[in-house]
């Protein structure tokens, strides 16, 4: 067998071989830090096929988790004004989804380039110290006994005596419960649906999601006019005799959920539709003894009907918050998504019916024209990440960045999967560096077409039926037991917030300018748009933090 050990900034494609990737044999970590790496492996000609057994030795090996990398299919690898900082446009076979291994940890072997991602959680109990950790592959081949044998390969980590701080930027991936309901084949938020959306959350938290988006109602989000998404409503409504009443038990169940797996924020869904708040979302409710559909597009948003419901919920809700240990101080909210210029009327009298109802609270929404935030309608902008050059020069406070489908040109960091790694990690430092606050993705787990028309197989559609270049709709895959397979480019994700990290604790120490003359090192500004196209730099960058970071507490 052929195996190396290669950076997790690598991608492998069945098509190429062990010898065209880069060797990457040690680094380092801090003690709460998840590391990862690959191990690319094939059959050379000579053996042929058959199956490994892996193993690991490592004094440390109770703190590595290893998975297969599989490939998925790509059919729309780039959206039609993409730029070129791709590994390839065309459509094929991508590898993307995380798979577990076997319990006897058997890999299936060929001449096809295979690879394996390795992740060690050092939990803050490995003492510091270089730990070399040797992965052996028992080889047997199908038909000749005499080709059988051992093959390994080491890497050698060195656990810093560190910790990184906590991660202060906050960071909402939109998670979509409707999708899990309809993959598992379930009824909504019963035992089994809450089961699987906590299996997918605590991934979600483990990757640094500290905000989850809560369907107080059904999400007023990527539905066409007209359309309805499955209900998705935490919240009971009933009307008897004019009078509202609001049943929160299965919020207080999404509550206490958050509360026990490290949700810190409540990102409360849109009061209004997307792309204008023309309309109110779907609510349903019991009206004088009958269940049926309360508000929904046929209701203008700027309706008194529509505005007499807000006015009874959302102080409801924020009093029933208030009683959850203060909770209420931990939701954030929306008036519409992704607004522009031609809709700010709408948008101004939409948010005038909310805002007096949650003042003192904040109120977010994204959008990508800086006129429209100076005009004063939204204190809180999430902005595209093409658009955000703007608002810092403008020195716009407390600035979220977003990307969302149009982010694959002009070098902007997404993690798409047809895009190099480093061009999703990159993310963290260009966050660090301009002190953002917050940043959001859409798509988590939205196994959907355009506008939710219908539901797809995200292992065999992964651009929602062309409706987004691959991966852009999703970080996670549903796994078959109801728990989540991750896809590389959640962990390499995950991998830039903790530089992130890294960062702000040797800003601590040295400062902030310190910290700058190492991510320009290379003499290249580092903005949203340009930085060194390249792995080497962020593994090389990172070491260096590393290393302040180690003669630091050694001294």
């Known amino acids: 067998m052929r195996i190396k050990t290669i950076s997790s900034l690598e991608k492998c494609f069945l098509t190429e071989t062990v010898s065209q990737k880069q060797e990457f044999t040690k680094a380092s970590c801090l003690k709460n830090e998840l590391f990862h790496f690959e191990i690319c492996y094939q059959a050379s000609p000579e053996i042929g096929t058959g199956y490994a057994y892996l193993s690991v030795e490592s004094e440390i090996k109770e703190y590595v988790r290893v998975c297969r990398i599989e490939p998925v299919p790509v059919q729309l690898a780039a959206g039609p004004n993409s730029d ?28 096809n380039l295979r690879s394996l991602m390795v992740e060690i959680d050092p939990q803050g109990k490995i003492e510091p110290g270089i730990y070399p950790i040797t992965f052996c592959f028992d080889y047997e081949h199908l038909f000749r006994t005499e080709k059988n044998g051992r093959y390994s390969v080491t890497f050698n980590l060195e656990i810093i005596d560190a910790f990184l701080p906590e991660q202060d930027l906050k ?29 997918f959350a605590k991934t979600a938290v483990k990757y640094g999601v500290n905000m989850l988006l ?33 049943d929160f038990s299965l919020l207080d ?97 939409a948010k005038a019916i909310v805002e007096p109802l949650v003042e003192g609270y904040p109120i977010m929404d994204a959008l990508s ?29 407390d600035l979220w960045g977003y990307y969302c489908l149009t982010e694959d040109r002009e070098g902007f960091s997404n993690r798409l999967v047809a895009m190099p790694s480093f061009r999703n990690r990159i993310l963290g430092t260009q966050l660090y560096k301009f002190d953002i606050k917050g940043f959001l993705h859409w798509g988590y787990n939205f196994y959907f077409n355009q506008f939710s028309y219908a539901s797809v197989n995200p292992f065999m559609n992964t651009d929602g039926e062309y409706f987004a270049a691959s991966g852009d709709a999703l970080s996670v895959y549903p796994g078959p037991d109801g728990c989540p397979w991750e896809s590389i480019r959640l962990l390499v994700f995950f991998d830039g917030l903790q530089d992130m990290r890294a960062f702000k604790l040797c800003e601590q120490l040295y400062g902030k300018e310190y910290v700058l003359g190492i991510i320009e090192q290379e003499k290249e500004a580092v903005d949203f748009k340009s930085y060194p196209r390249e792995a080497e730099y962020l593994l090389k960058t990172r070491e260096k933090i590393n290393r302040a970071i180690a003669k630091y507490r050694e001294n």
């Not at 109602?217 to 009078?243: C, H, K, P, S, W």
């Not at 939204?378 to 595209?384: A, C, R």
């Open 171 to 199: 960071f909402t991936q939109w998670f979509h419960c409707d999708s899990l309901k309809r993959y598992y084949n379930t009824e909504a938020f019963d035992d089994r649906h809450f089961e699987i959306i906590e299996n």
């Open 84 to 111: 070129d900082i791709f590994i390839s446009k065309q459509p094929g076979l991508y590898p993307d989804v995380m798979q577990p291994l076997e319990p006897n940890g058997r890999l299936a072997v060929a001449n």
């Open 214 to 246: 809560t369907p107080v109602f059904t999400l007023a989000l990527d539905t066409y006019v007209g359309g309805e998404r499955d209900t998705m409503q935490l919240v009971g409504v009933a009307l008897e005799n004019g009078i509202y009443s609001f």
């Open 253 to 349: 169940r999404w509550v206490e959920m958050c509360n026990r797996i490290g949700i810190k924020y409540f990102e409360i869904a849109h009061f209004f539709t997307q792309w204008g708040a023309k309309a109110a979302p779907k609510i349903m409710a019991t009206v004088d003894g009958e269940y049926k559909k309360l508000f929904g597009w046929e209701t203008d948003a700027l309706s008194d009907e529509y505005a007499d419901f807000l006015r009874a919920f959302i102080p409801s809700f924020l009093a029933h918050m208030k009683q959850l240990d203060g909770a209420d101080k931990r939701c954030w909210f929306h008036i519409s998504d992704e607004p522009n210029e031609k809709q700010l009327e709408g948008y101004l009298k």
């Open 369 to 397: 024209s800086f006129d429209f935030y100076s005009s004063g309608a939204v204190k809180q902008p999430v902005v595209s990440i093409s658009h955000i050059a703007k608002f810092i020069e403008n020195k716009v406070p």
